[in-house]
């Protein structure tokens, strides 16, 4: 559900890359103007130049940055509401079921991996006799066993394949 948080994070992108464009610009054109004023033969006209320089680079860097402070705080408002309604969409959707609801394992043929039906005797994919286990505690059982080796459970004269 990214309804709000990342269509607003993206919506601040371009005013951001605006404002870096920007100052790219004034430093570039602040490099050029300095060595314009280097070459430059009257000293005078060169401080004239440096400090014009200088008002123009440092109001261009105030206004980037208060344009990427306003870019900055609207993208991690938005970023905030997104994070939440990630969280939210997690927890309702992927989050572990409780306890008492797990899912069942499926069983599967210790010899060719194969999924198992419930009941089955036999694998579908090798043909293979499956080994008996407790009802109880999952464990392999000797065919003729009436109670399990491990757990003492009563197999009463069936065993569980």
């Known amino acids: 559900m990214l309804r709000v948080g990342f269509p607003a994070a993206i919506s601040s992108l371009p005013s951001l890359l605006l404002c870096l464009v920007l100052i790219i610009v004034v430093l570039l054109a602040s490099g050029k103007i300095r060595e314009w004023t280097q070459t430059s033969a009257s000293r005078g006209r060169a401080a004239v130049q440096k400090r014009i320089v200088k008002g123009v680079v440092q109001e261009g860097v105030s206004i980037g ?9 609207t993208a991690k408002g938005a970023l905030a509401t997104l994070s939440e309604e990630v969280k939210a969409d997690w927890k309702r959707h992927v989050a572990k079921p409780a306890p008492g609801r797990a899912l069942p394992q499926a069983r599967r043929c210790p010899f060719c991996g194969r999924f198992l039906r419930s ?15 407790c009802p109880r505690c999952g464990r392999t059982i000797r065919p003729q066993a009436k109670f399990c080796d491990y757990c003492g459970t009563s197999l009463g004269g069936e065993n569980v394949p």
Not at 65 to 73: C, D, F, I, P, T
Not at 119 to 125: E, V
Request: net charge neutral.
């Open 119 to 133: 009941g089955a005797k036999f694998c579908d994919g090798c043909g293979k006799p499956l080994p008996l286990t």
């Open 65 to 73: 940055e208060a344009v990427l402070a306003k870019g900055a705080e």
